[in-house]
């Protein structure tokens, strides 16, 4: 194993011990992990930098004030989660109890949700700008999305991730609800062309902008 290999296992089984066993000090750390209280700073100070961990003096009844050890918040991100599976079981909890449409109305109250959220940062935009600011939306979401101008003008924007993808897989209306949150947000007409839920690379949407109205 490479010495920055070997850095970063060290500094994951101390993020793991702290994790299962913290708050924890430097001393507990070193015997835990049969390495050298000095060896154990040096990796506790790099996760102290990183915002992984975070310290606090503990004072005694006797003795010197001993310093303990715990992880961030941040931290947490580093831990594997299962909110999808839940997430899952309660709809299909609810699809079991009330039926498809209840999961459906759902789907739809984040639908109108999201849209009063997001609705006033497109305000007085042109449609590129609007494409641009949907796609950063995506991006703080986890969506990894791009987006670029075709020389036809219209617009291609493309997921390369999908935070709700166990849930799209089996719930499909989440998928037309996000596509229909899209065309009301850029108030043009949105296709979607590939999407992960069904098997595709990523999630691609054709962007065109609505033909403009008629003078009556």
Not at 75 to 82: G, L, Q
């Amino acid at each position: 194993m490479k010495k920055g290999q070997e850095s970063g296992s060290t500094r994951r089984m101390i993020m793991t011990l702290l994790k299962m066993k913290g708050p924890l000090t430097i001393g507990a750390l070193a015997e835990e992990l049969g390495i050298t209280e000095m060896g154990v700073r040096r990796h506790v100070l790099q996760l102290e930098q990183d915002a992984l961990a975070k310290t606090k003096v503990v004072r005694q009844a006797m003795g010197r004030p001993m310093h303990v050890y715990s992880l961030t918040e941040r931290a947490e991100e580093y831990f594997p989660k299962s909110y999808h599976n839940l997430a899952l079981e309660l709809l299909r909890e609810l699809d079991h109890i009330s039926g498809t449409e209840a999961v459906n109305v759902l789907f739809e109250g984040r639908r109108r949700r999201m849209l009063a959220q997001y609705s006033p940062m497109m305000e007085r935009r042109n449609l590129e700008e609007r494409v641009a600011e949907l796609s950063s939306i995506q991006n703080a979401g986890g969506y990894m999305a791009e987006w670029n101008r075709e020389e036809d003008g219209s617009y291609v924007m493309r997921e390369y991730n999908c935070p709700i993808r166990q849930v799209a897989s089996q719930y499909r209306k989440a998928c037309q609800c996000e596509q229909n949150l899209f065309e009301e947000l850029l108030d043009a007409t949105v296709t979607r062309n590939e999407c992960m839920a069904e098997g595709g690379q990523c999630c691609r949407y054709a962007i065109v902008p609505k033909p403009a109205a008629k003078p009556s």
